[in-house]
């Protein structure tokens, strides 16, 4: 059974940091990729960020490139995402996301396969 354990939320004041970390189990791909969608009320959700530890292939978010960063320990079954500078409209409900492959799509992300997500973690950015 493939399970993901999210950590990391929590509630900061505009220009602070989190850092967010997913650790999956259960899933037998040793290649595939894994990421982070945001969900805030009333929008649809948003892809964040992702890395493929198939050939370590990333992807940020045009809304948060230069202040979010994503990376994976070495074994590759954690990723963590690092989000500093953080601004009111990056509050959001997050989401990892474990899935055989992923594209970049439109400037958007896209995942392959039938991913298996987290139950998500609240982020909220105060003003």
């Known amino acids: 059974q493939v399970q993901l354990a999210e950590s990391g939320g929590g509630s900061v004041q505009a220009g602070g940091s989190l850092r967010l970390s997913c650790g999956v189990s259960?899933?037998?791909?040793?290649?595939?990729?894994m990421g982070w969608s945001r969900q805030a009320p009333g929008k649809e959700r948003e892809g964040v960020a992702f890395?493929?530890?198939?050939?370590?292939?990333?992807y940020v978010a045009d809304s948060v490139k230069g202040r979010f960063t994503i990376s994976q320990d070495n074994g590759k079954k954690t990723v963590h995402l690092q989000m500093n500078s953080l601004k009111p409209e990056d509050t959001a409900m997050y989401y990892c996301?474990?899935?055989?492959?992923?594209?970049?799509?439109?400037?958007?992300?896209?995942?392959?396969?039938?991913?298996?997500w987290g139950e998500g973690t609240l982020v909220t950015i105060s003003s």
């Open positions: 996301a474990v899935t055989p492959g992923c594209a970049v799509v439109g400037g958007r992300a896209v995942y392959h396969g039938s991913p298996y």
């Open positions: 890395i493929y530890t198939g050939g370590s292939t990333t």
């Open positions: 259960g899933y037998t791909y040793n290649r595939h990729c």
